[in-house]
């Protein structure tokens, strides 16, 4: 397991710094967006997933694995988040990784959810950022978590690390963030729905590379 000072960057905040994923102009970054959507009686922007490279939609795949049914494994380097499945099958999320310097791999557990979470950055990034606000509400369409958190924890202590929603939808399947896994906001009210309070949760540099032996992708199905 690889945890590291450097690495341990508390919050998920991955819009801002050095590194971060330049964000495109504005006609380019509206077309990554769709009409309203309402979750839990916030109305926010869906995504536009005709813009999406397939690769990053998600989509039920071939998954070898020794992990129990319900992990959740990361694969950083692909950038691809799997929840494995029975019969030796995985829903196969795209996701958005840490940028160079707040990469972070081991394992944890979510041990605490948040339905539409209010954001607060934590004193390092507001140290480099000091324009940041004391905290950002739930549904606000500023709040760069979206409408789900998953909060990562080891050994019963807060990692700082999430999986949650973003306001850019143009960096999945990039190094974009501050260590935190995002996703589309779609699918990260998916997977918060698939994964209660306690599921095992496996951060690793990469697992593709070894498809073979490992991990078998092939033949794989839209999930809606």
Not at 58 to 86: A, N, W
Not at 186 to 192: G, H, K, Q, V
Request: glycine fraction near 10%; hydrophobic fraction near 35%; charge should be positive.
């Amino acid at each position: 397991m690889m945890w590291n000072r450097r690495s341990i960057v508390l919050g998920g905040l991955a819009l801002l710094g050095t590194g971060a994923v330049h964000k495109p102009a504005v006609a380019a970054a509206s077309s990554y967006f769709d009409g309203p959507a309402v979750d839990n009686g916030v109305t926010f922007r869906s995504t536009n997933f005709a813009k999406i490279d397939k690769r990053w939609h998600r989509q039920v795949v071939k998954y070898f694995s020794s992990e129990p049914i319900g992990t959740v494994v990361v694969d950083t380097r692909h950038h691809f988040l799997y929840v494995i499945m029975e019969n030796k099958t995985a829903i196969r999320y795209g996701v958005g990784v840490g940028r160079e310097g707040f990469k972070w791999f081991g394992r944890a557990t979510i041990d605490a959810k948040s339905l539409w979470p209010r954001w607060t950055p934590p004193p390092e990034m507001r140290k480099r950022h000091p324009e940041l606000p004391e905290f950002v509400a739930g549904g606000s369409p500023k709040n760069p978590l979206g409408p789900r958190a998953m909060y990562l924890h080891r050994d019963g202590v807060d990692t700082g690390y999430r999986f949650h929603g973003t306001l850019e939808p143009w960096s999945i399947g990039k190094d974009a963030s501050s260590g935190c896994i995002r996703m589309f906001n779609e699918d990260a009210i998916d997977l918060y729905q698939r994964c209660p309070i306690g599921t095992a949760v496996q951060v690793l540099p990469h697992i593709a590379d070894q498809a073979e032996s490992t991990t078998q992708i092939s033949q794989t199905t839209p999930v809606e």
